[in-house]
């Protein structure tokens, strides 16, 4: 019997190469808490989160103290099996990075115990995914500049932030004309209004656009059906999807056609299969995102994409982001390609980069 013996929590800070701009937020690196779960029989998983408080609520601290004080301890000394995700937070609402943390590390855990890569233990079958790079907001001179400089590296989609301030059909113009060939996903991080959305997508007949993601507030429950019958450009929901039960609410109300799945959004892996399996009763389709965060997270969301058998696409483009990327994964990021290694059992991690102590500086994070 493999039992979860201890863990330790660290800090991760990796620098940007430039900074990320959404309608919500400026973030010049990306922070993150790493569990390291350490189990009998040499068996150690990796999990990850970030702060994304504009979206989540999740800071360092609360992600810190809900993994050492609340999660945590409730499996330490228990058998590393499936059952243990199933207990993951209950007792604690809210908290959905924390969540993910620890069930990427659990999934990895037992994906090593069981000796195969993640998608492997979850059912997946190995495929890649087109990757996009995401285009923060700027001037519309300076997108269409960012985006010659990403798409020579050769992705084949760009993911462009907007603000909705009455210049956002003038920077997708600017950009398709720069880079006509290559497919254009828009993501207003909920900043349109109906009029606005409807202006915007009106003046950009020509442009390659593909998705539109989250144009109205979350909490909007009528703008996006109207918009859905005025365009064919499919919606997909983001911020307004944590749950399963939210997943139904925008598909069944016709707001979207597809939700973005993010693990730090729905507490994980096995959350995210549930809302998986809602959007297919709906007739939606999924795509698997990812936060400004260490790369442990964003390879476990490519391991669970390939299982996610609805899903159409990524949005992974986090290590791509970053000035460097320290973690060694059975996942490549390169060249605008997500694609998985069919070696190394779990997520494959052979080196983490550097990393502090929790306990240095929350005074937590070690449990012997
Ligand atoms: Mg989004």
Redesign the pocket.
Same mark, same amino acid.
């Given at each position: 019997m493999i039992r979860v013996e201890r863990y330790n929590l660290y800090y991760s800070n990796i620098p940007l190469k430039k900074p990320f701009i959404?309608a919500l937020r400026r973030v010049e690196s990306a922070e993150s808490i790493v569990v390291e779960l350490i189990c009998t029989d040499g068996i150690v998983g990796y999990g990850a989160a970030s702060p994304t408080a504009a979206i989540t609520g999740d800071t360092l601290g609360s992600i810190a103290y809900a993994l050492d004080k609340m999660l945590l301890p409730s499996i330490v000394g228990k058998e590393l099996k499936c059952d243990l995700l199933g207990t993951v937070g209950v007792g604690l609402l809210h908290n959905s990075g924390a969540k993910s943390a620890l069930d990427i590390a659990i999934y990895d855990a037992l994906s090593k115990a069981a000796g195969l890569p993640l998608f492997r233990y979850l059912g997946g079958v190995k495929r890649s995914f087109v990757n996009d790079l995401t285009i923060s907001i700027g001037s519309p001179e300076r997108m269409a500049h960012d985006a010659v400089e990403a798409a020579a590296t050769g992705v084949g989609a760009l993911?462009l932030k907007l603000v909705g301030d009455g210049r956002d059909d003038e920077r997708i113009n600017a950009v398709s004309d720069a880079v006509p060939s290559v497919e254009l996903r828009l #993501?207003p /991080?909920q900043s349109w209004t109906l009029d606005e959305a409807k202006r915007v997508l009106g003046s950009c007949k020509n442009a390659r656009i593909t998705l539109v993601?989250?144009p109205f507030h979350f909490s909007d429950r009528i703008n996006g059906s109207i918009l859905k019958k005025c365009v064919s450009i499919p919606i997909?929901a983001?911020?307004s999807v944590f749950s399963p039960e939210d997943a139904e609410t925008v598909l069944s109300g016709g707001e979207a056609d597809i939700v /973005?799945i993010k693990l730090a959004k729905s507490g994980g892996i096995y959350p995210s299969l549930k809302i998986n399996e809602a959007a297919k009763r709906h007739g939606g389709k999924c795509l698997v995102?990812c936060m400004l965060e260490n790369p442990i997270a964003t390879a476990a969301a490519a391991h669970f994409a390939l299982a996610c058998d609805n899903c159409v696409g990524v #949005?992974l483009d986090v290590p791509c982001l970053l000035e460097y990327d320290p973690v060694l994964s059975n996942v490549s990021f390169e060249n605008g390609v997500v694609s998985l290694r069919d070696e190394d059992a779990g997520l494959g991690i052979k080196e983490l980069g550097r990393l502090s102590m929790i306990a240095e500086s929350f005074g937590m994070g070690e449990r012997n």
């Open positions: 959404t993911k #993501d /991080n993601e989250q997909m983001d911020e /973005n995102g #949005d």
